[in-house]
């Protein structure tokens, strides 16, 4: 059995990141496991290089493999915005509330044939032999207003038109099936297989 740390603080991202990874092989730890790592400053250009500075450090401080992953909505209409200032759009410290209202507010004038958009998850893993990247990509459009009350970040205003929901109003495993995130996870999964760091009979949920 492996151990892998989830770099993160975010419980939303946990949640969905270890039902995607849950398996007899590997044992899944989160941040929350080890209170002496602080938020680690994301200060990279691009969402690869947030990835990486998580997963690095947490790596780095526990000697244990660590996976991370960064998560950008690129809105056309916005010219790619807010992209890797998605977690902090509204300002230092902002709620997802608060980043959703200003993307709507943004975009109170943009006809809804115009309002496309896509979510793109950069992840990573960082071990003492290797560095491994995944991505997963998934477009939608910007609603006119939230609609659902489950996800996080902008999922109730990312709305996927071949499902007619948004992502708030998926069940877990609804979204872990077309999302970018699970697609980035899987082709992780994929990458950890091949290069036999978990076997390849993991079964995913």
Do not use: W
């Not at 939303?12 to 995607?20: G, I, M, P, R, Y």
């Not at 680690?40 to 997963?55: H, P, R, S, Y």
């Not at 990247?133 to 459009?141: A, I, Q, Y």
């Amino acid at each position: 059995m492996i151990d892998i740390i989830l770099a993160t603080h975010n419980k939303d991202k946990q949640k969905e990141l270890s039902k995607a990874l849950n398996s007899k092989d590997v044992n899944i730890l989160s941040l929350q496991d080890f209170p002496e790592i602080g938020e680690i400053i994301e200060d990279g250009e691009t969402l690869t290089d947030n990835a990486l500075i998580k997963a690095r450090e947490v790596y780095r401080i526990t000697g244990i493999p660590s996976i991370s992953d960064d998560t950008g909505l690129e809105v056309d209409a916005l010219g790619g915005a807010p992209g890797v200032f998605s977690a902090r759009y509204a300002g230092e410290n902002c709620s997802y509330l608060d980043n959703v209202n200003k993307i709507l507010k943004s975009m109170s004038k943009i006809p809804i044939d115009l309002r496309g958009a896509q979510f793109k998850t950069i992840m990573v893993f960082v071990s003492e032999k290797m560095e491994l990247v995944s991505e997963g990509s998934v477009k939608g459009l910007i609603t006119k207003e939230a609609k659902g009350i489950g996800g996080f970040g902008y999922d109730p205003v990312f709305y996927i038109p071949e499902m007619m929901k948004t992502f708030a109003e998926m069940t877990i495993e609804e979204k872990n099936r077309i999302s970018h995130r699970g697609i980035a996870t899987r082709n992780m999964i994929d990458l950890l297989c091949s290069h036999q760091i978990i076997p390849n009979s993991q079964e995913n949920a």
